[in-house]
């Protein structure tokens, strides 16, 4: 009687293994909530990074040396070298 029942429990056990992962596993149905989250967040993190790079295009078209943007060009000489006079009052726009 044992020996007839060993081979279909042996299946069951088996059976309700690979059920148990395909549902509560790192990769089931449960953890697709998790996964839709993480989508929305990295979506918000891409639209952040593209606004970003969308910005620094910018800026290094207005650096490019043949036409660059001489306010700009003045602007971070003048940042990078710390050359102010006295009678200039600097107003920080950032």
């Known amino acids: 009687m044992i020996r007839r029942a060993a081979l279909p429990a042996l299946a069951f056990v088996v059976v309700g293994t690979f059920a148990g992962h395909a549902v509560a596993g790192d990769n089931g149905l449960l953890a697709w909530g998790g ?3 993480d989508l929305n967040a990295r979506k918000v993190e891409l ?3 593209e606004a970003e790079r969308d910005q ?3 800026r290094s078209a207005l650096l490019d040396p043949r036409k660059a943007d001489p306010d700009l060009a003045d ?5 990078r070298l710390g050359l102010v006079r006295n009678d ?3 107003i920080p726009l950032d």
Do not use: F
Request: no cysteine.
């Open 35 to 37: 996964y839709h989250r």
């Open 47 to 49: 639209a952040k990074l």
């Open 56 to 58: 620094l295009r910018h």
């Open 75 to 79: 602007e971070m000489v003048r940042d």
């Open 88 to 90: 200039e009052v600097i």
